[in-house]
């Protein structure tokens, strides 16, 4: 495939591999997958076939390291993890939309660092990461999210900046956010919702 072509791409990290049928179908619908380096190992033994493989390349096996050396982009750059290597690759090859899936499920620590990561990535890309619960969608202005009345809405506001939300269950009004948990466990109260941030947000929508 030739990627000056392609415009929106699939990541796929190192995380737990999902199991929900929506990341599922980001992956079979993929126009573009992108596998983070130790990930291709599980999407290949799925019979997955990856169209770049990115990272530092310390965790791939030898065996498909020699099979997928076409589609090998080695990233020693030690101050990035393999998930950010992946979206500039992306971006760096035009690709603007980007779904990450596969970037929660294991430790903690990794977990939390990727979702936090979204905040830079919303500055170069329009991205989500899909999960098996839910939506992560960083955004940096004033957004109206698709909804349905009882959708589960957390904010997870990453500067302390005001913010004020509109048709949540419970309604922050230019309140700065000091702690993750403050803004999580709203409610939609319909078939929408909006954000009007003045700093970087997260917001995670749950599956119907």
Request: contains cysteine.
């Given at each position: 495939?030739?990627?000056?072509?392609?415009?929106?791409?699939?990541?796929?990290?190192?995380?737990?591999?999902?199991?929900?049928?929506?990341?599922?179908?980001?992956?079979?619908?993929?126009?573009?997958?992108?596998?983070?380096?130790?990930?291709?190992?599980?999407?290949?033994?799925?019979?997955?076939?990856?169209?770049?493989?990115?990272?530092?390349?310390?965790?791939?096996?030898e065996e498909n390291r020699?099979?997928?050396?076409?589609?090998?982009?080695?990233?020693?750059?030690?101050?990035?993890?393999?998930?950010?290597?992946?979206?500039?690759?992306?971006?760096?090859?035009?690709?603007?939309?980007?779904?990450?899936?596969?970037?929660?499920?294991?430790?903690?620590?990794?977990?939390?660092?990727?979702?936090?990561?979204?905040?830079?990535?919303a500055e170069i890309a329009?991205?989500?990461?899909?999960?098996?619960?839910?939506?992560?969608?960083?955004?940096?202005?004033?957004?109206?999210?698709?909804?349905?009345?009882?959708?589960?809405?957390?904010?997870?506001?990453?500067?302390?900046?005001?913010?004020?939300?509109?048709?949540?269950?419970?309604?922050?009004?230019?309140?700065?956010?000091?702690?993750?948990?403050?803004?999580?466990?709203?409610?939609?109260?319909?078939?929408?919702?909006?954000?009007?941030?003045?700093?970087?947000?997260?917001?995670?929508?749950?599956?119907?």
């Open positions: 495939m030739d990627r000056n072509k392609v415009t929106t791409a699939v990541i796929i990290a190192n995380g737990r591999f999902p199991n929900h049928t929506v990341p599922l179908s980001y992956i079979e619908e993929a126009e573009y997958i992108v596998c983070c380096d130790g990930a291709a190992n599980d999407f290949i033994a799925r019979g997955g076939v990856p169209d770049a493989i990115v990272g530092d390349c310390d965790s791939i096996s020699i099979r997928f050396a076409g589609v090998l982009h080695p990233d020693p750059d030690q101050e990035t993890n393999d998930l950010t290597k992946s979206v500039r690759f992306c971006v760096e090859n035009g690709i603007q939309e980007i779904i990450i899936v596969g970037g929660t499920g294991k430790r903690e620590d990794h977990t939390i660092g990727n979702i936090s990561l979204l905040a830079d990535y329009k991205v989500v990461m899909v999960t098996d619960w839910g939506i992560f969608t960083p955004i940096q202005s004033s957004k109206e999210f698709k909804s349905y009345k009882g959708e589960q809405v957390s904010i997870f506001a990453i500067d302390p900046k005001e913010l004020t939300t509109h048709n949540l269950k419970y309604p922050v009004k230019g309140r700065i956010l000091t702690n993750w948990w403050q803004g999580s466990l709203n409610e939609s109260l319909g078939d929408s919702f909006t954000i009007e941030p003045q700093g970087r947000v997260i917001v995670f929508q749950v599956y119907k």
